[in-house]
């Protein structure tokens, strides 16, 4: 059996290319297992503590 993680990276739209590159190239093994990568529009983002929203909760 493969040990299977989760790991959510939530990125500005600039970088996420990159960000998608570099956990592709640093996951891949060739293996079973090496994983998929979903993107996702994220609508909203809330800092509770400071009730900033948007790109100033990021």
Known sequence: MVTKIMLKV????DPADAAIAVSAQ???TGCI????????DLADALRIRTGDRDDVAM
């Open 10 to 13: 939530v990125v500005m739209q």
């Open 26 to 28: 640093d996951a891949h």
């Open 33 to 40: 297992g090496d994983g998929k990568t979903f993107m996702l």
